[in-house]
């Protein structure tokens, strides 16, 4: 199994542990965490909770490891994923 999608939910609070932990998937902005254009099929960058785009599949298992620990450390746990 391979991470597909991973978006962020309302209420980030910019702490940067996300990107701190996995930098090639998140970016902190002053507001919101998004999830880098470059690794996502539709190549925007946003939380990606509308798109729902997936990750492009060199990302999936390459980073899946990095994406789990930056989940698991977020302190108001608004990232979420998908595994397919």
Same mark, same amino acid.
């Given at each position: 199994? /391979?991470?597909?999608? #991973?978006? !962020?939910?309302?209420?980030? !609070?910019?702490?940067? %542990?996300?990107? %701190?932990?996995?930098? $090639?998937?998140?970016?902190?902005?002053?507001?919101?965490?998004? !999830?880098?254009?470059?690794?996502? #099929? $539709?190549?925007?960058?946003?939380?990606?909770?509308?798109?729902?785009?997936?990750?492009?599949?060199?990302?999936?298992? /390459?980073? &899946? $490891? /990095?994406?789990?620990?930056?989940a698991a450390?977020?302190?108001?746990? #608004?990232?979420?994923? &998908?595994?397919?």
């Amino acid at each position: 199994m /391979s991470i597909t999608k #991973v978006w !962020i939910e309302e209420g980030c !609070i910019v702490c940067n %542990a996300c990107e %701190a932990e996995c930098p $090639d998937v998140f970016h902190v902005t002053d507001t919101t965490c998004t !999830i880098r254009a470059e690794v996502r #099929v $539709d190549g925007t960058q946003s939380e990606n909770r509308d798109e729902m785009s997936e990750l492009n599949a060199d990302v999936q298992s /390459s980073l &899946e $490891d /990095s994406i789990i620990a930056a989940a698991a450390g977020c302190p108001v746990e #608004v990232i979420k994923y &998908e595994k397919a």
